[in-house]
């Protein structure tokens, strides 16, 4: 059974447990989509109160959309939720090892490139982000760019893959939890006990608004950030500044036949940058603050990663690194952390990555909710989702996201399903997957936008950037079909066929689309 103590089997990697990858292998308006920009779409309308649920007040439309509460978030803020999605701390403990067995010694190269993709991807992505400010995320973009029926399919595709991550993160979030406080308490609860305590924390900060999950958020971050950081400065006063070797960044270990399956996991340490437009409707002038925000979590992220990973090869040795991570993936950074600090440190990582998971969590929870409230609002899904609470929270979008996860897990553990083995490497496997395919969506949109609009200012930001991002994530979906029974740690058939509801939910937006013209994705405030 996988744990997090450090020297249990399972590696508390993003993707499947037990992998081993081979080292071989303003207030106008502006219409959209067969929409009008004024009359009862305008979202100028004021709301009126409905029904109040667990003891929250919300807003709904009297004859129109409703907008979340403007001018909360700064720069740091908006980053902050993208930066506790992406699980940083979560992220060096887990999927590091999982790299440097791949890749090695170039482990942190890896980790630069994925985030070169993710800037070239937002060189048009933010350049279009000026001509979008709602909540609607991805699916706004491709609305814009290739129209509402297929926006619609889109979010169909995204309703899956944040869902799907959602469950099996969730799953994965209660084993470590239970395992660390046995480990610490001796009291041994079940899996579900903690996903169950947990949500309902992290539903009800979710629907309470930004300000009460963002205190709690800071703390997080803050408290992984510095833990890491005095991680890599143990490691250089032990053993001195040659840690930080290029020796290991050779041709063959980037290149070598581990790439595919390095830089897949590597990408998916940055899937969370969407959140900072997801949050444009409640930032001080979205205009500056979103790709200023979204640079932010790109730069923050990436040198986190780079320089932790380099510091850990480097200290471990370039020769054995990947022997080490592919021998002892769980265990290599608490190990490391203990020979070079003490005990002490070993047991507060232990502790910062399940603190990692809730902080994740929750920015996923906070992000998803207002994707269902953006969702709500243009027609897509019922008008109720679109409803917001006195603080301007989408309450009501974030309580289904709840209920709907728990269901889903519910349904999962109750039956007798391994949380680790079944319901978290089903699910994450097909979030992954769902999300590069929205990603090749919004990079088409872009491309497509700026083409008919014939914006042709910067044709570096208009046209050869997005182009080089789109041939670039066709061939990272290469490499997640490729290797999909790694992501799924060696599930087998069964679950494959879980990736059917890639194209089922694109279709059945489509569908939906086709049926409700009405559908408005694109009326926006600027």
């Known amino acids: 059974?996988?744990?997090?103590?450090?020297?249990?089997?399972?590696?508390?990697?993003?993707?499947?447990?037990?992998?081993?990858?081979?080292?071989?292998?303003?207030?106008?308006?502006?219409?959209?989509?067969?929409?009008?920009?004024?009359?009862?779409?305008?979202?100028?309308?004021?709301?009126?109160?409905?029904?109040?649920?667990?003891?929250?007040?919300?807003?709904?439309?009297?004859?129109?959309?409703v907008r979340l509460r403007a001018d909360k978030l700064g720069v740091v803020a908006v980053a902050f939720f993208a930066i506790a999605a992406a699980a940083p701390m979560a992220a060096v403990v887990g999927a590091s090892p999982v790299i440097f067995s791949a890749s090695g010694p170039a482990t942190p190269v890896i980790y630069v490139i994925a985030a070169l993709l993710v800037a070239l991807f937002s060189v048009g992505y933010l350049r279009m982000s000026q001509h979008i400010t709602n909540a609607g995320g991805f699916v706004a973009y491709i609305a814009k760019g290739l129209g509402t029926k297929w926006a619609t399919g889109g979010a169909g595709i995204a309703i899956l893959t944040y869902l799907s991550l959602q469950i099996g993160l969730w799953s994965q979030f209660g084993v470590f939890a239970g395992q660390l406080v046995e480990s610490l308490t001796g009291i041994g609860l079940p899996v579900y006990f903690w996903v169950v305590a947990v949500l309902a924390l992290t539903t009800g900060l979710t629907m309470k608004g930004v300000d009460a999950s963002l205190r709690v958020l800071g703390v997080l971050i803050l408290g992984e950030t510095l833990v890491v950081a005095v991680l890599v400065g143990s490691l250089i006063a032990q053993k001195g500044l040659g840690i930080f070797t290029f020796a290991g960044f050779t041709g063959e270990n980037i290149f070598g036949p581990g790439?595919?399956?390095?830089?897949?996991?590597?990408?998916?340490?940055?899937?969370?940058?969407?959140?900072?437009?997801?949050?444009?409707?409640?930032?001080?002038?979205?205009?500056?603050?979103?790709?200023?925000?979204?640079?932010?979590?790109?730069?923050?992220?990436?040198?986190?990663?780079?320089?932790?990973?380099?510091?850990?090869?480097?200290?471990?040795?370039?020769?054995?690194?990947?022997?080490?991570?592919?021998?002892?993936?769980?265990?290599?950074?608490?190990?490391?952390?203990?020979?070079?600090?003490?005990?002490?440190?070993?047991?507060?990582?232990?502790?910062?990555?399940?603190?990692?998971?809730?902080?994740?969590l929750l920015g996923l929870s906070n992000m998803f909710s207002r994707y269902l409230f953006a969702l709500g609002r243009s027609g897509a899904l019922p008008a109720k989702l679109s409803s917001v609470s006195n603080s301007g929270a989408p309450s009501l979008a974030g309580l289904v996201n709840s209920l709907v996860v728990l269901a889903v897990?519910?349904?999962?553990?109750?039956?007798?399903?391994?949380?680790?083995?079944?319901?978290?490497?089903?699910?994450?496997?097909?979030?992954?997957?769902?999300?590069?395919?929205?990603?090749?969506?919004?990079?088409?949109?872009?491309?497509?936008?700026?083409?008919?609009?014939?914006?042709?200012?910067?044709?570096?930001?208009?046209?050869?950037?997005?182009?080089?991002?789109?041939?670039?994530?066709?061939?990272?979906?290469?490499?997640?079909?490729?290797?999909?029974?790694?992501?799924?740690g060696g599930a087998g058939d069964v679950a494959r066929w879980l990736l059917l509801g890639i194209p089922l939910f694109f279709v059945a937006g489509l569908v939906r689309g086709t049926q409700k013209p009405t559908i408005n994705y694109a009326a926006e405030i600027v």
């Open 259 to 360: 790439l595919g399956i390095s830089l897949l996991f590597a990408f998916a340490c940055f899937t969370s940058f969407e959140a900072t437009v997801v949050f444009a409707e409640e930032a001080k002038n979205p205009r500056r603050t979103i790709p200023r925000a979204a640079y932010l979590v790109i730069a923050f992220v990436g040198v986190f990663y780079a320089v932790s990973t380099w510091a850990i090869g480097g200290a471990i040795g370039i020769d054995g690194i990947q022997a080490v991570a592919t021998e002892n993936p769980s265990g290599m950074i608490f190990d490391l952390a203990e020979a070079s600090a003490g005990a002490w440190l070993s047991v507060a990582m232990q502790v910062l990555v399940v603190t990692s998971f809730i902080a994740m």
């Open 1 to 65: 059974m996988a744990g997090i103590t450090p020297r249990t089997k399972s590696s508390f990697s993003l993707a499947a447990p037990g992998i081993r990858p081979q080292p071989q292998g303003s207030l106008s308006l502006r219409s959209g989509d067969g929409a009008n920009a004024l009359g009862k779409n305008s979202l100028m309308n004021k709301p009126s109160q409905i029904a109040a649920v667990d003891g929250v007040k919300h807003s709904a439309p009297a004859a129109g959309p």
């Open 409 to 488: 897990i519910s349904a999962f553990l109750l039956a007798g399903a391994d949380p680790l083995a079944t319901v978290f490497a089903w699910f994450v496997a097909l979030g992954t997957a769902g999300f590069i395919s929205i990603l090749l969506l919004t990079s088409a949109a872009i491309l497509a936008y700026f083409a008919k609009n014939r914006i042709r200012d910067n044709l570096w930001v208009t046209v050869i950037a997005p182009a080089l991002s789109l041939l670039a994530f066709i061939v990272v979906a290469y490499l997640t079909l490729d290797n999909y029974d790694v992501l799924l």
